[in-house]
């Protein structure tokens, strides 16, 4: 059973940082390509990065400069920074991983920007 497990999501001040980081568990295929999705309230669901096996990245446009994806594929890990944190930023986000045809959903970590 393939699991994603985020981690570090909170509440952070408008301008700020927070990393937030996706493991994979049970199983050996490196999950690709992995990423993170976020919904607020009221909205649909929308892209914030994604990164594949070849290290290729895409960026939603509104945190295209302010966010980074990186991956471990030793551990099936990915991290991603955010910085310059905005109100609009504030959602549930959540880490998906595809292997071969499946596609996987973590439980989503909440990111509040607030001050």
């Known amino acids: 059973q393939v699991q994603l497990a985020e981690s570090g999501g909170g509440l952070v001040q408008p301008g700020g940082s927070l990393t937030l980081s996706c493991a994979a568990s049970?199983?050996?295929?490196?999950?690709?390509?992995m990423g993170w999705y976020r919904q607020a309230p009221g909205k649909q669901r929308e892209l914030v990065a994604t990164i594949d096996s070849d290290d290729s990245t895409v960026y939603g446009d509104s945190m295209k400069g302010r966010f980074t994806i990186s991956r471990d594929t030793t551990k099936n890990t990915i991290n991603q920074q955010m910085t310059s944190l905005k109100f609009e930023d504030s959602a549930v986000y959540y880490c998906t991983g595809r292997r071969i045809k499946d596609v996987y959903w973590g439980q989503g970590t909440q990111v509040t920007v607030s001050s």
């Open positions: 049970g199983t050996a295929i490196i999950l690709h390509p």
